[in-house]
Each structure stands twice: as C-alpha cells, then as structure tokens.
C-alpha cells in the first residue's frame, strides 16, 4: 500500500548520515521509546529513581544521530529518557519523511472523514477520528505503514539500546510477517533479539506523523485501544504505552514535559504462546509513578509502542490493533 513514489532525501544528525526515502520504509519512524524500561516483576521505577547507568549511551535508532540520556533527569533506568533529548533520532522519524507525501500525511488518509488538514501550530496539522474508524492496522497489506483511515498516518519501526542485534534492524525495512493472528491469510508485526543489558528493545508507530514530525491525534471517541500479542516462546512481559505530549519532552516532538519525563501510560501483558487479545481502556491504563503525575488527554495521543526491559530475550508479535 504505497500512494507514492518520492525521491530520497539525505536526513544528517549528529556524526551520522541515513537516507530516507518517503515511500519506503528504509528509514523507519524512530519514534523514541516511551519511557523508563520496566524491570521484570516490577510494577514501575519508584518517582525521581536515579537512572541506572544511561547518562551519555547512545540508543539505537536508524535517524543516525546516538541519542545520549540526560540521567540528570533521573529519568530511573528509562528508555530514551530525556535522552536522544528524548531525541527522537528522525524526529519521529520517518513518518513520511518528507511528510506531505507519504500516504495521506497531508490529511490524504482523513479526506473520506473529512478531518486532517486544518492547519495548527509548529507544522502540525489536526487529525481525529470517527467512531466508525477503529481498525488502526492488521498488518495484512504487508507495507510499514498503519492503515490510512481515520486522518491516521504512522509507519512501524524499531528501537533499542544498542547492546545487541534486534531484528528487525532499526535501519531496515519493517514489514509484516507470518503468521498473523490470522494464520491463513494474516501478518503480524515481529520483533525479536538477544537480551539487552541497558534499557531493552521495542516497536512502535505514530497515529499522527507530519512531515517527519510526531503530531497529535484526537482519539476522543474512542473508549480504549485492543490488539492481539503472543510470543515465540512464553512467558515474555511487554509493556504497552501510548505517549501523550505531557509525558514527552519538550525536546521531542510535540512534547510539553519539562522534567522527569516519559513516565507513559501503559499496561503490562504477560504474554504466553498464544494468541491473545488485550484491552487497554483510557480510563483505566496508568503510570510508573517516577515522573510528575498527569491527566491522559486522548484527544492528544501520540505513539503506541511495545517493549520489552533488559535482561529480557524476546521474540514477540502484535497484531490486529483497533480502538474501541
């Protein structure tokens, strides 16, 4: 599902060079992992935990630049903390880098609902659904991208800390895999690896990618998000987060988080070998607790991501995500 055919441009940061093409997926949506890994067992890092060993690491992504983690932040062992200055490497990345012509990322995808193109600030433009646009993506059509209804624009990528080799690769081509959670005919999203000693590894997508730039998506009438999820071997704990602006840093895209930032909403699946669906309803997701306390806003989500903590081997799906 590809709606155009764009030239390559040259993104630079830092000491680092990627080339991205808008109509592929060769320079993925590096959108920044969402917040202080989990560990194992825990239920979240306690508030103002000082982060283990993150200031200066640089964090895998394929935006080129190493994303360093500001542990001055005490951001408590946290993926990407304030890092990357929450870095974002790709600023958000690839969303169809140069943005207005990666399928609908001009509001192309919200035309049929009559949304997306309404100018807003800092290049953002409004996006919102409606109740009758719930699929988000079943990974089915075998491209990067998250299904173009609803104003939606966002391309799957991958993240890690660099400790070791994730496939697939955040540089590479993120494609959907078999088997899906329909095994006839599906695909699902698959990431897998070694275990990571720093912060882990993870996969996500933008619901409102501009221009390379990660906006906000009005989800308000929505009541939750569903997906599907097993692993390749059981048990394997992910943690589920949807960012928001407050919990992101200002640093990053779209963000309004001045300190302790990235403390996501989320949920904590313990996955098994089978497929199983998940809710996770708005009103009942929460925080960690290490960063400053505040209000979900759905009308302003920004990233889903699905991580895994260090010291964790993992080879895990997801599939079929829908709001509700």
Same mark, same amino acid.
């Given at each position: 599902?590809? %709606? &155009?055919?764009?030239? /390559?441009?040259?993104?630079?940061?830092?000491? /680092?060079?990627?080339?991205? !093409?808008? &109509?592929?997926?060769?320079?993925?949506? @590096?959108?920044?992992?969402?917040?202080?890994?989990?560990?194992?067992?825990?239920?979240?890092?306690?508030?103002?935990?000082?982060?283990?060993?993150?200031?200066?690491?640089?964090?895998?992504?394929?935006?080129?630049?190493?994303?360093?983690?500001?542990?001055?932040?005490?951001?408590?062992?946290?993926?990407?903390?304030?890092?990357?200055?929450?870095?974002?490497?790709?600023?958000?990345?690839?969303?169809?880098?140069?943005? %207005?012509?990666?399928?609908? *990322?001009?509001?192309?995808?919200?035309?049929?609902?009559?949304? #997306?193109?309404?100018?807003?600030?800092?290049?953002?433009?409004?996006?919102?659904?409606?109740?009758?646009?719930?699929?988000?993506?079943?990974?089915?059509?075998?491209?990067?991208?998250?299904?173009?209804?609803?104003?939606?624009?966002?391309?799957?990528?991958?993240?890690?800390?660099?400790?070791?080799?994730?496939?697939?690769?955040?540089?590479?081509?993120?494609?959907?895999?078999?088997?899906?959670?329909?095994?006839?005919?599906?695909?699902?999203?698959?990431?897998?690896?070694?275990?990571?000693?720093?912060?882990?590894?993870?996969?996500?997508?933008?619901?409102? @990618?501009?221009? +390379?730039?990660?906006?906000?998506?009005?989800?308000?009438?929505?009541?939750?998000?569903?997906?599907?999820?097993?692993?390749?071997? #059981?048990?394997?704990?992910?943690?589920?987060?949807?960012?928001?602006?407050?919990?992101?840093?200002?640093?990053?895209?779209?963000?309004? &988080?001045?300190?302790? &930032?990235?403390?996501?909403?989320?949920?904590?699946?313990?996955?098994?070998? +089978?497929?199983?669906?998940?809710?996770?309803?708005?009103?009942?997701?929460?925080?960690?607790?290490?960063?400053?306390?505040?209000?979900?806003?759905?009308?302003?989500?920004? *990233? +889903?991501?699905?991580?895994?903590?260090?010291?964790?081997?993992?080879?895990? !799906?997801?599939?079929?995500?829908?709001?509700?």
């Amino acid at each position: 599902m590809k %709606t &155009c055919n764009l030239s /390559l441009a040259t993104v630079v940061l830092g000491a /680092l060079a990627v080339s991205y !093409s808008a &109509c592929s997926a060769q320079g993925q949506d @590096n959108t920044f992992p969402g917040g202080p890994t989990f560990h194992t067992g825990d239920s979240g890092n306690s508030a103002g935990a000082a982060p283990t060993g993150n200031a200066g690491t640089p964090v895998q992504t394929n935006a080129g630049a190493p994303a360093t983690y500001a542990g001055a932040t005490g951001k408590g062992g946290g993926f990407s903390s304030g890092g990357a200055t929450s870095g974002r490497a790709g600023a958000s990345g690839r969303a169809g880098a140069s943005g %207005t012509g990666r399928a609908g *990322a001009s509001g192309v995808a919200g035309a049929a609902t009559g949304v #997306a193109g309404a100018p807003t600030t800092a290049g953002c433009t409004a996006a919102a659904g409606t109740i009758a646009d719930l699929l988000i993506d079943d990974l089915d059509d075998g491209d990067d991208a998250i299904r173009p209804i609803g104003s939606r624009v966002g391309y799957w990528y991958t993240y890690n800390d660099g400790t070791a080799t994730q496939v697939p690769a955040p540089t590479a081509l993120f494609k959907g895999t078999m088997p899906g959670h329909l095994p006839a005919t599906g695909l699902s999203a698959t990431t897998s690896g070694p275990a990571f000693t720093k912060y882990g590894a993870g996969m996500g997508f933008d619901f409102n @990618n501009k221009a +390379m730039k990660s906006c906000p998506y009005n989800a308000s009438v929505y009541t939750g998000i569903k997906f599907w999820a097993k692993a390749a071997t #059981a048990p394997v704990m992910i943690k589920a987060m949807i960012k928001i602006p407050a919990t992101t840093p200002t640093t990053a895209d779209s963000g309004t &988080c001045a300190a302790m &930032c990235e403390d996501h909403y989320n949920m904590k699946p313990m996955l098994t070998t +089978m497929w199983t669906q998940y809710t996770m309803a708005f009103a009942t997701i929460t925080q960690d607790g290490f960063g400053p306390k505040v209000t979900f806003d759905k009308t302003k989500i920004l *990233a +889903m991501q699905f991580q895994v903590s260090e010291n964790t081997a993992f080879n895990y !799906s997801i599939d079929d995500i829908t709001f509700y």
